[in-house]
Structure formats: C-alpha cells, structure tokens
C-alpha cells in the first residue's frame, strides 16, 4: 500500500465536527489501498470537553501519532491549537516522512496554519501534498470591514498565508466546490498544476448501528404529544437573518405552532458554555422561548447527538445566506430515518442531494429575493411538510443514490484523486 500522512489538529476524543472528516476517510483508505497514519495533537491539548465514546468508532489497528502543543497563556494570546502545535508537527512530519516513506500529506483545514506545513514539508522532502478546505480559508466574516477588529486582522492574514500554502500543492479538495473555488480565481494558475476535487462529508450507518447498541436514551428532551425537530450543530454566523425571519412568522401564526417544538443543540458561543446563548435571545424577542423554541447551548457527545436524533420526529436544517455552504447534517438525517425540513441557499449542494433523493422538504432563497422569499412561503411550506407522510418519505429515498454519498463512496472519491497523482 502507499502511505499518506493525515494531518489533523483535532481527532478523537475531540468532540469538534470536523474530526469526522479524516476520522472517515481514515476508516475506509485502506480498502481502497492507502495506508493512512494520522498525525494530530494530543488530547491533553485540546480546549473542548472530551468525547471517548468516539474511540469506539475508530478501528483497532488505525495508527495515530500524536505531539504535544504550546499551553494557552494568559491573557489567551493564541489560542488555534494548530499554531500552538506547528512546530511540533512540523519535527513529528519530517520524522514520519523519512522514515515510513510517506507518499503523499493531506491536510484538512482548519486549523488553516497547517497549510502552511504543507507547503515546508514539499520544500524539506519533496513529498507530495493536499489541502482539504472544511471551511473556506479568505472569508469575510460580520465585521471584517471593521478596521483592526480580529476578524480583519483574520481575513489579512488569510490573504497572505493561503497563496504561499497552496503554490506546490498536487490536490485541493473540499466538502463543496465553492470552498475552495475562490482559491481558483485569486490563483487562477493553479488549475494548470493541481487537481481540483469536492467531496461532501459521507455518511456512516456503522455510527447510528454503534449509538443504538449503547443503548443511550436522550436527556435533554423526551418525547411527547408535540411534532419535534432537532437543530444539531453550531450556528452559522450568516444564519441568523434567515432565523430572524422564521421565528418572526411564527410568532405571527404562534397558534398554528401551538403543537410544535423546535430543539436547537450546541448552537452556543462555545462549545463548553452551558449558558452561551445564541438562540434563547431571539426566541424571548418573539415570545417563543420555552413553548415552541428550546436551546441546548452546550455542545454534546456526537453519539448523544444521533440519540436525540433518532428521538426527534424529523430533522430542521438551517443553511446560510453564503452559497457554498453545504450542511453535513443532511447525511446524519438520512441514517436516522427521519425526514427533514431545510432552508438553503439555492447554489447549496445540499438541496440537490435532498430533492433527489426524497429524504425531505426544502425551502430555497437567493441573495436577492431570500428574505422575502421565506417571509413569503416559510408557513405554508412547513406545514405542508408537517402534513406528510413519514413512511412515505422513508419509503421515497433512492436508496441507489444515497450509496453514493456514504463514507466509503466518498473516500474513494478520494483515493481515486489520490492514485491519479502516482
């Protein structure tokens, strides 16, 4: 088999969503003849409560190197644990690479500074690199344009930094294409020297087989008489106009919502603060608070996730008013059986896989008539939604199609990328 280096800043027992980016494509590489060694920080390192139950989805014989990391100060001068660690991941690489004969590196970003490690580790060794973007890199965030703010000083610094990681780079992949289709018109040169790919996040029946063996039961909500969806992940920054809009309308028709419960988790300012907020203000605003809205700030375990899941009666996804966003949740609302309601971005990957595979009801927006848009139909798409057949919708899903989209499908995606290379 060839090797490839799998440098991650986060993996299990991080709780952080995008451990399951390499956590997966580690599981199946070596199906498709890639041996991966993972490369990632050590857990003592990591700010975010600890989540061991993800060790039970990891196979037996996966090897996994880990460093150690610079500790927080304080103040927290820096805190992106990729930085706190660059140094040692670069000595750990160079190590690694020499003497296990790595073939290729992957980096999935963020943290986004360990995209600079590929392009050291191709100057040092002339290893072969990829940079997979989990997140776009040049972003401009609500407040970038404020002169010296942190979110300007990010956005410089991105400017700067992607250009000098990318320049050797022999693949870019990412969960859409337009997470990294800004990189191609800032370096419109690299299409002649790179091979561009996008693969979404897959998904995995073996985690909701694992979650129901355990035998966990949901905590944060029990079922009842009302219709409950389950909002599962953090907030976009970009989303809150559209939610603005929708907990607007109902409380314009809060009579017709009388039966039902929206359930909003880990959607907190950060992931260890049980009382960070986001959600709980706006729903107050309108009166909703505690009736029809209920928020779980703090982020839990991702097998607790697939409890609560599978408790809901369907699935309420929330996309961004930023095209490329593709919402990973969609995978996870398939394995559980449950139909799902969505509010997407017309350009959004996800509203193509939801149509055609019949898993739900999507309510999509552009740039120019979005707001109004929803304001305009947001009601009577839901319930028309609400009005329709469960097992209907179970029975619909193009079972065909969704094979694609799994995990294994996926990574072979990825191999194939990869074998192109060599």
């Known amino acids: 088999m060839k090797k490839v280096l799998i440098i991650t800043s986060h993996y299990p027992p991080s709780n952080l969503a995008g451990v399951h980016r390499s956590r997966l494509f580690a599981q199946h590489l070596p199906s498709f003849g890639w041996d991966p060694i993972i490369l990632t920080v050590h857990e003592d390192f990591y700010e975010e409560k600890l989540d061991w139950n993800l060790f039970s989805l990891l196979p037996s014989n996966q090897r996994i190197e880990k460093v150690n990391a610079f500790n927080i100060t304080k103040p927290r001068l820096i805190g992106d644990i990729g930085l706190r660690a660059f140094i040692q991941f670069r000595n750990k690489a160079l190590e690694l690479i020499k003497s296990e004969r790595i073939d290729f590196v992957y980096i999935p970003i963020p943290s986004f500074y360990l995209g600079i490690l590929g392009r050291y580790l191709n100057y040092k060794t002339g290893v072969k690199y990829g940079i997979d973007y989990i997140d776009p890199w ?40 337009g997470y990294y289709q800004g990189v191609l018109s800032r370096i419109p040169g690299l299409k002649n020297t790179c091979i561009f790919g996008s693969m979404p996040y897959g998904g995995e029946i073996m985690d909701h087989e694992l979650a129901i063996s355990l035998n966990l039961s949901p905590y944060l909500f029990q079922k009842n ?21 929708i907990f607007s309308e109902i409380s314009n028709h809060k009579t017709k919502f009388e039966h039902i419960e929206f359930h909003f988790i880990g959607t907190g300012k950060t992931p260890n603060d049980a009382y960070g907020f986001n959600i709980k203000p706006l729903a107050q605003k309108y009166g909703l608070w505690e009736t029809i809205i209920f928020e779980y700030p703090q982020r839990i375990p991702y097998l607790d996730v697939l409890v609560h899941l599978n408790a809901a009666e369907s699935i309420f ?22 139909k799902l309601y ?23 927006f552009d740039l120019d008539s979005g707001i109004e848009k929803i304001r305009q139909y947001f009601v009577g798409s839901f319930f028309e939604f609400i009005n329709s057949n469960s097992k209907q919708f179970k029975n619909n899903i193009n079972q065909k199609q969704f094979s694609e989209y799994s995990a294994k499908s996926v990574t072979k995606k990825l191999a194939d990328f990869l074998d192109s290379l060599f």
């Open 225 to 245: 008489s009302k219709f409950q969806l389950v909002y599962a992940g953090a907030m976009l920054p970009k989303a809150y106009e559209l939610l603005e809009v």
């Open 317 to 338: 996804i929330l996309g961004s008013t930023e095209p490329h966003y593709s919402p990973s949740k969609v995978y996870q609302a398939v394995l559980s059986n449950k």
């Open 342 to 364: 969505a509010l997407l971005h017309k350009e959004s990957t996800a509203v193509n896989f939801i149509e055609n595979l019949g898993i739900g009801s999507v309510l999509t």
């Open 138 to 177: 040049v972003h401009i965030f609500p407040g970038s344009e404020k002169i010296f703010s942190r979110h300007w000083f990010t956005t410089k610094i991105a400017k700067i930094l992607e250009p000098i990681a990318v320049k050797e780079a022999s693949l870019i992949t990412g969960v859409a294409e």
